[in-house]
């Protein structure tokens, strides 16, 4: 077969891969309701079904990892197709509150089996500094842009009155098309000497530099993530439109992303996360303060500040942490998803001492929703700042180095 045609199915197959995932996220998010209606759950037992997939995914992402040179990541996307196809077919056919636990807990697995296999795939096909950024991010526009086309057609079809069932009918439908997509193609080989080697990955993950990104990691996850699950809910008091708010929010995100190779380029690596740092504490201090139509102003500012952040720092491991390979990349992630996980209960205890506090005070029903939602905000606003230290840390340490350089970085194109 035609190498370019190859590559291209392949890549292809991994951003179809991606939107299943997107796709699981959102258009479940969609149908919580029903859910909770159709089987009489409470929202803390929909609680746990939602942290089926938040703790599926960083386990096989990091298994992923480890197995990727010997296992292979044709096999490891044949796991996350069995593993969506009986995630989704569990829920759709699920009897209570058990079942749905655990096909959740399998779709979880299979998105981060795509995490997986997908990230070091690309960056082994698009070795050239440059390239590899702008394709990692290309890739990596079809979460957010799935999540804005699942909620669409989530709302779309529960506006018309389909079943939610329906729904998750829908979620297998990009599964389908990479399962075709990778069938029969063949898959690249590491690019990076020494990289198939656990030991060699082990021994590069504990230098000073992996450390300090996968420190970065965790704030950069929560950054994004943290704001998103909440702010719907806050902004629901403030006079601003939650669903235009996401959509707003993750089709920019989309966009920024597909046109991610040129800002990558001028900026490098170290000037797109310094900028992103800046901007995403700016919008998160917008939404804390701000009410009605200047909630999307802060919308836009808040997308562009996080938009790079998962894609590039994925990068940063590929490029600059080389001989970590595909388990470097996959502990990176995995620990995006788990610094998510791990901080929400802080984030819901911030809301509850918040609304505790303003109740004292005398506020009550969406004046004390707006006010103690805000006050969280203003607390999440730490972890956006702390990275702008971090990153112009980064930024120093990396244009002062002697193995690699800023201008190294942005001008190496294979």
């Not at 992923?64 to 593993?83: D, E, S």
Request: hydrophobic letters at 50%; proline letters at 4%; a neutral charge.
């Amino acid at each position: 077969m035609n190498e370019n045609v190859n590559r291209s199915a392949l890549f292809n197959g991994s951003c179809f891969a991606l939107i299943t995932t997107a796709f699981t996220f959102s258009i479940r998010a969609g149908i919580l309701p029903q859910l909770g209606e159709s089987f009489g759950l409470s929202a803390e037992q929909l609680g746990f079904i939602n942290s089926m997939w938040f703790l599926g995914f960083p386990i096989s992402m990091i298994i992923g990892g480890l197995v990727y040179h010997t296992f292979g990541p044709a096999n490891i996307m044949r796991v996350a197709f069995v593993a969506h196809a009986i995630g989704i077919i569990m829920t759709i056919y699920a009897g209570g509150f058990t079942t749905l636990l655990i096909s959740t807990l399998f779709i979880g697995f299979g998105n981060g089996c795509t995490e997986a296999a997908c990230n070091p795939m690309i960056a082994d096909m698009y070795s050239g500094s440059t390239t590899m950024n702008k394709m990692l991010n290309r890739f990596h526009m079809w979460f957010p842009g799935g999540i804005f086309l699942g909620a669409l057609i989530s709302k779309f079809m529960t506006d018309f009155g389909l079943s939610w069932q329906a729904q998750m009918w829908v979620t297998l439908i990009p599964a389908v098309i990479y399962a075709i997509l990778f069938f029969g193609k063949t898959f690249p080989k590491p690019q990076v000497e020494g990289a198939n080697s656990l030991a060699e990955n082990f021994k590069s993950m504990v230098s000073p530099l992996y450390i300090f990104l996968f420190i970065c990691m965790a704030l950069t996850a929560i950054s994004e993530f943290g704001p998103n699950q909440w702010v719907n809910v806050i902004l629901s008091s403030s006079g601003a439109d939650a669903m235009i708010i996401l959509a707003l929010t993750s089709g920019l995100m989309a966009v920024g992303r597909f046109f991610a190779g040129p800002v990558v380029h001028k900026l490098g690596q170290t000037g797109v996360l310094l900028g992103g740092a800046i901007l995403a504490t700016i919008g998160i201090y917008m939404f804390s303060t701000v009410t009605g139509s200047m909630a999307y102003v802060a919308a836009i500012v808040f997308a562009l500040g996080v938009c790079y952040f998962w894609p590039v720092m994925v990068g940063a491991v590929a490029q600059r942490v080389p001989k970590s390979s595909a388990l470097g990349m996959s502990i990176i992630g995995g620990v995006g998803m788990f610094s998510t996980s791990i901080f929400q209960p802080f984030i819901g205890n911030w809301i509850d001492d918040a609304r505790t506090e303003k109740m004292a005070q005398g506020l009550s029903g969406n004046a004390l929703e707006l006010a103690a939602g805000q006050e969280t905000l203003q607390k999440m606003i730490t972890f956006p700042a702390i990275l702008i230290v971090l990153f112009i840390i980064f930024f120093i340490w990396q244009k002062n180095s002697k193995t690699v350089t800023e201008k190294e970085m942005t001008m190496s194109v294979h």
